[in-house]
């Protein structure tokens, strides 16, 4: 007769399996297996983008001979690179504070004022809401080739050709995309907390500065550091409204490195690449330090309202 019919329980017959034992025990397999298989692709895709950083850094290091050798550490470390870099271009040091300051203007700005249209769409109710929001939106479309010479013209007639303000003022009038993306946030916030403070005689600039912005943290630091970065590593405006050297940013300097033929021109490539890493390393700190809101901030975004 069956052990079932018998009524003995098989997990103490010596040799019988429990059924779910196994099928838990082949799960937990099949888990670690996937787990160090996730891990190993893991490590690859971060050794293939690392990649490129170490080699840029580890180039910057190099004796000029040996930039583009194929060994990654070359005969000797020259970290007298960077103080060289300075020696020969010394404008070096205003470009880095170029960039900082026309980057730091251009995030604050856009963000501000991207949160400022952003809440006025979520919050209030108007005739033509959503088509007014919809041509907000379709701005999106236009090249930046299309605006291009119209821009470029209205700043020279305000007399601002040859100045950082064209670099950053723009962003003073907010950014569809971000608009957009704050409005979704703005959208998940309670419409009772409002309600209630102006039930408390507070203004609706007050409620978007002590009610809707702290709410949504994150998205802000999400927006300041796309824009921190685009205006960062920006070499378009630089290149069209910019003329006077010391105004340069540090992209717009780096491409006149390239053409010097101080530099680039007697083969010093390893100077071309210690300004590359003294260009890239600031955002390498700025995600790293924001990394907590950055992907809290990626990872709700739409999923409000």
Do not use: C
Request: proline letters at 5%; a positive charge.
């Amino acid at each position: 007769m069956a052990l079932r019919e018998e009524g003995i329980d098989r997990s103490f017959v010596p040799g019988i399996a429990d059924p779910a034992q196994v099928t838990a025990a082949r799960r937990s397999a099949s888990g670690w297996i996937g787990r160090v298989v996730f891990g190993l692709v893991l490590i690859a895709f971060s050794v293939l983008f690392v990649f490129p950083l170490v080699w840029l850094l580890a180039a910057s290091l190099k004796p000029g001979a040996e930039v583009f050798s194929s060994s990654l550490i070359g005969s000797q470390i020259q970290v007298s690179n960077y103080t060289r870099l300075l020696d020969l271009v010394p404008q070096f040091g205003s470009w880095f504070l170029n960039s900082v300051i026309v980057s730091g203007l251009a995030a604050v700005t856009v963000t501000l004022s991207s949160a400022l249209v952003a809440f006025g769409f979520a919050y209030f109710r108007f005739p033509y809401r959503n088509v007014v929001f919809g041509f907000v939106l379709a701005t999106m479309m236009l090249p930046g080739a299309v605006t291009m010479i119209p821009t470029f013209l209205i700043w020279k007639s305000l007399g601002f050709y040859n100045t950082l303000v064209p670099l950053w003022a723009g962003n003073l009038f907010a950014s569809a995309f971000y608009i957009f993306m704050l409005r979704q946030f703005f959208l998940g916030l309670p419409r009772d907390l409002f309600e209630a403070a102006r039930v408390d005689g507070a203004s609706y600039f007050r409620m978007w500065r002590s009610i809707a912005l702290p709410l949504t943290k994150a998205a802000l630091i999400v927006v300041f550091i796309f824009e921190l970065r685009a205006s960062w590593t920006d070499l378009v405006k630089p290149l069209i409204f910019l003329r006077d050297v010391d105004l340069f940013t540090l992209p717009r300097g780096l491409l006149s490195i390239i053409a010097s033929s101080s530099i680039t021109g007697e083969g010093h490539f390893e100077l071309l690449m210690a300004a590359a890493v003294i260009t890239t390393i600031p955002m390498l700190i700025l995600f790293f330090l924001g990394q907590r809101y950055f992907v809290e901030g990626i990872a709700t975004t739409g999923s409000k309202g």
